[in-house]
């Protein structure tokens, strides 16, 4: 059984420490607040060395929760590729790191255009995300896979939820070249071009300006 939700509800079953399902511009979310991560992994059967993404509303919501400070180049790449399909991938200090990305010096966050997604972000709290389809199967692409995949969890309200691209975000990490000449964005992922302002590599591993 899988019942809707609208944005305040599902938000007061994710402060309870419940785990639930909506949609982004990608592919629809399993999430959960940051402090009850674990519970994603468990529902997943996936093995915690598989990081999760922090999602927020808007960049405001996520600028804080880094240990360190903002990098101007962090900031100018976040205003050019959000909101939209694409995941960066930061250096963090702090609890999150430890709780999102156990043993890694890093975290992805994103902002999605996905105006239903980013209401109940506004409600929630930035949330600990991860792609709605158990380990090794098929993604889900809409709210009926989601809730075939994890039965009994909330979903969010109104179905049928609008359609997303269909394909995992593209994922952009920061890396301090020892060279100054080179990118210091990589491209761990390829992505959807369209459902945001980013772009593919440029020719010679760029980026170009999203």
């Known amino acids: 059984m899988s019942w809707v939700l609208d ?17 982004t511009d990608t592919l629809p979310a399993l999430a959960c607040t940051p ?3 674990p519970l994603l992994w ?12 922090l999602m927020g509303a808007d960049l405001e ?5 880094l240990g360190v400070p903002w990098r101007s180049e962090w900031l100018d790449q976040a205003h050019r590729c959000w909101p939209g399909a694409t995941t960066l991938v930061l250096p963090i200090a702090g609890p999150l790191v430890e ?6 010096a890093s975290l992805g966050l994103r902002v999605p255009a996905a105006p239903l997604a980013c209401e109940l972000l506004r409600h929630s709290g930035p949330l600990a995300t991860t792609s709605a389809n158990r380990s090794g199967a098929l993604p889900a692409t809409d709210a009926d896979q989601a809730a075939a995949a994890f039965p009994g969890l909330a979903r969010l309200a109104p179905l049928p939820w609008p ?8 994922v952009l990490a920061w890396r301090e070249p020892a060279d100054s000449a080179l990118d210091p964005w990589q491209v761990l992922r ?7 302002r980013a772009a593919l590599p440029a020719p010679g591993g760029g980026v170009t300006p999203c």
Do not use: T
């Open 61 to 65: 919501q996520l600028v804080g929760l």
């Open 35 to 37: 402090s009850v991560a």
């Open 163 to 170: 359609q997303g691209s269909g394909a995992p975000s593209r």
């Open 7 to 23: 944005a305040d509800a599902l938000a007061a079953q994710l402060a309870a420490g419940e785990a639930v399902l909506f949609p």
């Open 190 to 196: 390829p992505g959807p071009i369209g459902n945001d």
């Open 99 to 104: 709780v999102l990305n156990p043993g890694g």
């Open 42 to 53: 468990r529902l997943k059967c996936r093995p915690p060395d598989k990081p999760l993404i």
